[in-house]
């Protein structure tokens, strides 16, 4: 007998393996799929992730449940998928939170980059630059003037040490040299309490929460975050537009997979994630929730654009010395 003839040829095992792997993203899916937010029910995340989860349901003819697993800035259920089957039906949706406590380091069981494969980059939100009426500005450059007056005088709120807003408010400094006071509280709701109140003197305040207060003649907003100017209040400019150039601060929202899970279903939920952002309803839940609907493109542009992010966060931190809560 010639055994050679038995023996299993590793070029053979590799064909073989490929081909199951490709047979098995053509069947792709056929179970249902879990979609996990770390944040609680009812937020702008969560609002994101359901809209998102309707279509992909209808897409792919299979259930999709949305599992919250809220706690320890979104860590808590990061990590829960970071450890899921690569199978493509544990996914991931997340903010800019990921990349952000990564940058502070947070004592979390994960790494960001090498933990999970991006999907699909799906929404952003923006933040606007808010002051009180009665600060005496009426424009960016009007509130850096002020700053540069009087170093160490002016104040600026947060949602808390490590948040969001405390990171755009260290880039705003950094990127202008200025010396402004940070003032951390539990949370947004009472930083734009306080911010009503006058008892700060400006914010990076989610455009959820701040424009019930822009709208009421409240506040004041100077700028937004992002690249474009938000839909919901037209009238106020990007940061750019009003004398920072090169500054962007707003959160993204995104789908993220365990790492190994195949190319071929990547690409799969990549391209129902892109379809899904086409859907004037799915739009239209972002814009009432305070968000804009990403650019189409590609899980390797996704992975790109968060390398991006966490280094842009991590020099934040670094020149800071931010430490995590």
């Known amino acids: 007998m010639n055994c050679a003839r038995h023996a299993f040829s590793p070029v053979l095992i590799a064909l ?27 937020g702008l995340v969560d609002a994101a992730a359901r809209s998102a989860g309707e279509r992909l349901q209808v897409a792919f003819g299979q259930p999709v449940l949305i599992d919250n697993k809220p706690g320890a800035a979104g860590g808590i259920g990061a990590e829960q998928v970071a450890k899921a089957a690569a199978d493509g039906y544990t996914l991931l949706f997340t ?16 790494d960001a980059t090498k933990d999970f494969e991006p999907v699909a980059l799906f929404a952003h939100a923006p933040s606007v630059l808010v002051v009180h009426p009665g600060l005496g500005v009426k424009t960016v450059l009007d509130l850096v003037a002020l700053a540069r007056v009087k170093p160490g ?16 408010g260290e880039l705003f400094k950094s990127m202008l040299s200025l010396d402004i006071v940070h003032v951390p509280y539990k949370g947004a709701p009472p930083a734009m ?57 707003d959160q993204w929202l995104g789908f993220l997979a365990p790492r190994g899970t195949p190319p071929a279903v990547l ?4 391209a129902e994630g892109n379809k899904a952002l086409a859907n004037e309803a799915v739009r239209a839940t972002l814009a009432q929730n305070g968000m804009t609907a990403a650019a189409q493109g590609t899980s390797q542009q996704f992975a790109a654009f968060l390398k ?18």
């Open 16 to 42: 073989s393996l490929a081909v199951a792997q490709g047979a098995s993203a053509q069947e792709y899916p056929t179970k249902p799929l879990r979609i996990v937010v770390p944040w609680p029910p009812g």
């Open 95 to 110: 903010t800019s939170a990921l990349t952000i406590n990564a940058a502070l380091k947070a004592k979390l069981s994960l």
């Open 153 to 168: 005088k002016l104040t600026y709120a947060s949602a808390g040490s490590g948040s969001p807003a405390h990171l755009s």
């Open 193 to 249: 309490l306080d911010q009503v109140a006058g008892r700060v003197d400006m914010q990076f305040a989610n455009a959820t929460v701040a424009l019930p207060q822009l709208k009421a003649g409240k506040i004041m907003g100077l700028a937004v975050t992002s690249t474009k100017r938000f839909a919901s209040v037209p009238d106020i400019p990007t940061m750019a537009e009003a004398g920072v150039p090169a500054f962007e601060a």
């Open 267 to 270: 690409s799969r939920l990549s």
């Open 308 to 325: 991006q992010d966490l280094a842009k966060w991590s020099a934040v931190v670094k020149a800071a010395s931010i430490q995590p809560e």
